[in-house]
């Protein structure tokens, strides 16, 4: 923890200032190289468009894990109204039987075919005015009323839950085609840097291993999720992805708690308050560190001052400096 002391008490980095007109991604690459110097606004326009393809991401996951869920509960409905669409059927036919039964008894009159209307309610309003109604007969037929109410309440839910969806999948769409433009662009800006600074930022993107021997996780919990998330280093970055062999920034952090046996939300915004924040100061190994105002971005406390994460689009799972970027919470889970 004493490299964490040499970082600004804000958890800001002002460690970086050579770097600080830069966040996400350039922040992250390291110095940069003097003969890479004219391209400076090509490569903050690139950190830009990472930065944003991010915020766009962490919104994708938020909406395709809602599409999931409502696909469930959307299927689990649909089998719901089958099993209720049987028993009304059920109940229509021990109903027709009684009464088919009782008319040829002479018990009732000739008016079975109301029994199957839509509105058994009136019906048996109608048979009791009458007197042409058996207590057997009149306790199935509010059977069947209820019946029928509960399954219309269900396809009217199971209507609004499907209407949700489709939002759902239209929002997931629309956040899909946006990180998309971003990386597009991203791309077209590093394919038209010379050939050094390309080489710069792919030295940059692999990262290095720190001496952590001495970080110790605080518990058993915070153990397991450093392990998991130090056998990622490598694989690479996949926007929209949680594992195994590829991970945006917070699906590696809901992955790697997996094997703790935590289930994190899915994205760096949830996962800020999926716990207790405590200080920079007083981050250990496997706590979650939140990065930027709008935590669009989050890593994992390594210890030594510093993180795993996720970086950004071509790099790969990595240690960096906790002071990378502003900080902005650090969540012990």
Same mark, same amino acid.
């Given at each position: 923890m004493g490299s964490h002391r040499r970082l600004a008490p804000s958890g800001f980095d002002r460690g970086a200032t050579a770097l600080c007109v830069l966040s996400a991604a350039t922040a992250a690459l390291g110095a940069v190289p003097a003969h890479a110097a004219p391209h400076g606004h090509t490569r903050a326009e690139v950190d830009r468009l990472y930065e944003e393809a991010e915020r766009a991401t962490q919104a994708f996951d938020?909406?395709?894990?809602?599409a999931g869920t409502l696909r469930r509960e959307v299927r689990d409905a649909q089998d719901?109204?089958?099993r209720g669409q049987l028993r009304v059927n059920d109940l229509r036919e021990r109903l027709g039987s009684l009464a088919g039964a009782q008319y040829r008894s002479g018990g009732i009159d000739p008016t079975v075919a109301l029994l199957f209307s839509d509105d058994p309610a009136d019906y048996l309003d109608k048979a009791a005015t009458?007197?042409?109604?058996?207590?057997?007969?009149?306790?199935?037929?509010?059977?069947?009323?209820?019946?029928?109410?509960?399954?219309? &309440?269900?396809?009217?839910?199971?209507?609004?839950?499907?209407?949700?969806?489709?939002r759902s999948r239209k929002a997931v769409a629309a956040h899909k085609r946006t990180v998309e433009h971003k990386l597009a662009q991203a791309r077209r800006l590093l394919n038209g840097l010379p050939a050094a600074d390309r080489a710069a930022f792919d030295r940059a993107s692999r990262g290095s291993r720190p001496d952590l021997t001495s970080a110790v996780a605080p518990d058993g919990r915070a153990a397991a999720a450093l392990a998991a998330a130090r056998t990622a280093l490598g694989r690479p970055y996949v926007w929209g992805a949680n594992g195994p062999s590829g991970f945006d920034c917070s699906g590696l952090m809901q992955w790697a708690y997996a094997h703790a046996g935590i289930?994190?939300?899915?994205?760096? &915004?949830?996962?800020?308050?999926?716990?207790? &924040?405590?200080?920079?100061? &007083?981050?250990?190994?496997?706590?979650?560190?939140?990065?930027?105002?709008?935590?669009?971005?989050?890593?994992?406390?390594?210890?030594?001052g510093?993180?795993?994460?996720?970086?950004?689009?071509?790099?790969?799972?990595?240690?960096?400096?906790?002071?990378m970027m502003p900080v902005s919470s650090v969540t012990r889970p």
């Open positions: 938020k909406a395709a894990e809602r719901h109204i089958a009458l007197d042409r109604i058996g207590a057997q007969q009149a306790g199935q037929l509010r059977e069947l009323e209820n019946a029928m109410r509960e399954l219309a &309440q269900e396809r009217s839910e199971a209507a609004g839950k499907l209407a949700e969806l489709e289930h994190l939300p899915r994205t760096s &915004q949830e996962q800020r308050f999926a716990g207790h &924040q405590v200080p920079l100061s &007083q981050a250990r190994p496997g706590d979650l560190v939140v990065y930027r105002a709008d935590a669009s971005h989050v890593a994992m406390y390594a210890g030594n510093q993180v795993i994460h996720a970086p950004y689009p071509g790099a790969a799972v990595r240690y960096d400096p906790v002071g």
